[in-house]
């Protein structure tokens, strides 16, 4: 009957099936036998070409694309994570902290700051020996940056819905998660997650000279390493 089918409507099902290949991204049911599976293998010959597509606007004509080009087009290798509400809360208060009213790191008694490097790692999906030596006094570049992302950020700012905010906030288990191939892009995700989210414990304005400076510096963190 399956023959029956295909010697009727030949010209009706092949213009189906092109037109299944085009409009869906799959079967509504998979075939149920071994046989081969022309649908997906379909779908993969044809992939979305967004890299294609921005690498094009950005040949033509000037250097930057055009603004809705930023919202459309980009191809980020890892997404760039949507800042949230800490999910460490839990272990800060098994530590005796209160995550939305955290001191000074240097405030922190030994005990508990000792305990905080768990919740670092986990934050950061890092080894110790991401930020210290054997000698765990001494100074590193990391922990130069650890040290103000606590005292700046993380005690200086707070979610604008009122959750939480700790490293794993923007973390999300990665020491680095910023996609630089897009300048735009970046400076796009910066505005909605790390300004529109955030604002500051001070109750200045809060605005990309937070942490830029009023004179835009695109890379602050090679001096907060020093
Ligand atoms: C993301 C960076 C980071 C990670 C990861 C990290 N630490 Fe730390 N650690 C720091 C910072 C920042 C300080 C505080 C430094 C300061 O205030 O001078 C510190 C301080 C310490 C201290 C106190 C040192 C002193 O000056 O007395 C010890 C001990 C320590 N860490 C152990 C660890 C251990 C063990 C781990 C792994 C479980 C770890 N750290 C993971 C950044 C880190
Ligand atoms: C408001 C968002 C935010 C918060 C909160 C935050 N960070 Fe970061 N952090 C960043 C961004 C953005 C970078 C740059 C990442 C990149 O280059 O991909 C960064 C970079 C770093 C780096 C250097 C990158 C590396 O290779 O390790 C360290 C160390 C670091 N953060 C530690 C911390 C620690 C520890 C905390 C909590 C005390 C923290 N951060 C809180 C946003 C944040
Ligand atoms: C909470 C802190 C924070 C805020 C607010 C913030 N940024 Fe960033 N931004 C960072 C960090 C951290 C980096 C990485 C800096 C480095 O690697 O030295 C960065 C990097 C960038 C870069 C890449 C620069 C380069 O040369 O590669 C751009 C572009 C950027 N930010 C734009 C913006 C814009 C535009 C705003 C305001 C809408 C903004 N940022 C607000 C933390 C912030």
Known sequence: MNKRAVFF???IL???MLAGVVVACGPSA???ST???PPASASASTPPPPSSASASASASTSATPPASASTTAKAPPAPM???RGSQLSADLQGMGLDPKKLPALNKLEPAKLRKVMNAFTKALGVQCTHCHTDDFKAPTANKKISVRMWNEWVVGLQSEDGSALFCDSCHQGKAKF???SDKKALGAWMKTELVQKLKRTDKKDHSCATCHGEDFDGDFL???KK
Request: glycine share 14%; proline share 19%; charged share 15%.
């Open 222 to 224: 090679d001096k907060w």
């Open 30 to 32: 998979p075939p149920p």
């Open 9 to 11: 409507g030949h010209g």
């Open 35 to 37: 046989g081969q599976n």
């Open 178 to 180: 910023l996609d630089h």
């Open 81 to 83: 994570p949507n800042v």
């Open 14 to 16: 092949s213009a189906a």
